[in-house]
């Protein structure tokens, strides 16, 4: 029993800041990349890996998220829930980014993605150096992505509130792992390019 309670002390809590707050959360994972890891020199694939996250990295923060972690070909971001509009658009780009990497190309790989969006409640700290989120959000985005079809974005009911004005349609129930059967996601539907800017515009 000492020994019990000693370790439990060790574990909670753990060392400095962790704020509970309203997050948006987006994962991207890269579909197919253990064949591409097969078929390709390491050294290229290597490269091709790095310069598919570099490019979701800076996708995501030119939209104002902020990378938690990356780890071989999956992205994990998030936003404020009240900027869950601008989380969506990232996650929508994703998609179009990987297409055209220029890289990608240049090996003969064609790159296609896969997102999850969710929303909620989630505890924020430092852990080794390294922001992180906890929470029920963060493994509902991981299964939505998941459960997605390669090209697709899926999004969570408490998201889709705070995105009326974004093209989405319901998606069949899903069963995801830890949250039972027919759990509900909507699809979100390709998003209209903007037009070109009139002459008159600043």
């Known amino acids: 029993m000492m020994k019990v309670s000693?370790?439990?002390?060790?574990?909670?809590?753990?060392?400095?800041?962790?704020?509970?707050?309203?997050?948006?959360?987006?994962?991207?994972?890269?579909?197919?990349?253990?064949?591409?890891?097969?078929?390709?020199?390491?050294?290229n694939y290597q490269t091709l890996m790095q310069e598919f996250v570099q490019v979701m990295i800076l996708s995501f923060e030119a939209r104002g998220g902020q990378v938690l972690q990356h780890q071989g070909d999956a992205v994990l971001a998030w936003w404020p829930l009240e900027q869950a509009g601008a989380a969506c658009v990232?996650?929508?780009?994703?998609?179009?980014?990987?297409?055209?990497?220029?890289?990608?190309?240049?090996?003969?790989?064609?790159?296609?993605?896969?997102?999850?969006?969710?929303g909620g409640e989630v505890i924020m700290g430092v852990v080794g150096r390294q922001d992180s989120a906890y929470g029920l959000p963060v493994n509902y985005a991981t299964r939505l992505c998941g459960a997605a079809q390669p090209g697709q974005t899926l999004l969570c009911d408490s998201v889709l509130g705070y995105v009326p004005h974004l093209p989405t349609r319901p998606y069949e129930p899903l069963h995801l792992r830890g949250f039972g059967d027919n759990c509900r996601a909507h699809l979100l539907q390709p998003l209209p390019t903007p037009g070109p800017r009139a002459a008159d515009e600043s």
């Open 6 to 43: 000693v370790m439990a002390d060790l574990l909670l809590p753990l060392p400095g800041d962790h704020d509970s707050t309203m997050a948006c959360l987006v994962l991207v994972d890269l579909v197919g990349s253990t064949a591409m890891a097969t078929t390709l020199p390491l050294r």
């Open 90 to 118: 990232a996650a929508a780009e994703a998609h179009t980014r990987a297409a055209r990497l220029t890289l990608a190309a240049q090996l003969g790989q064609q790159l296609r993605v896969r997102a999850g969006v969710s």
